[in-house]
């Protein structure tokens, strides 16, 4: 996915899907919204860029995981 048109396009926007900050290509990761140990799957509907503070937050939870806490 990594090497994709699709993934190349959000990666150089370097927006985070959760907080919306420009962080640049350089500081942005692949997120699985449902990760990949919760049974989520490496698709596009899966897969969102996201900066290294709110991926690492949200570590193996999924966003509703987040506003219960």
Do not use: F
């Not at 290509?25 to 919204?33: A, R």
Request: aromatic letters at 4%; charged letters at 25%; hydrophobic letters at 25%.
């Amino acid at each position: 996915m990594r090497k994709t048109q699709w993934w190349l396009t959000l990666a150089n926007r370097g927006v985070c899907h959760y907080c919306n900050t420009k962080v640049g290509k350089e500081n942005i990761t692949m997120d699985h919204v449902v990760p990949l140990s919760r049974g989520g799957k490496s698709t596009k509907g899966n897969i969102v860029p996201s900066c290294k503070e709110c991926n690492n937050q949200k570590k193996s939870g999924t966003p509703v995981d987040s506003i219960l806490d």
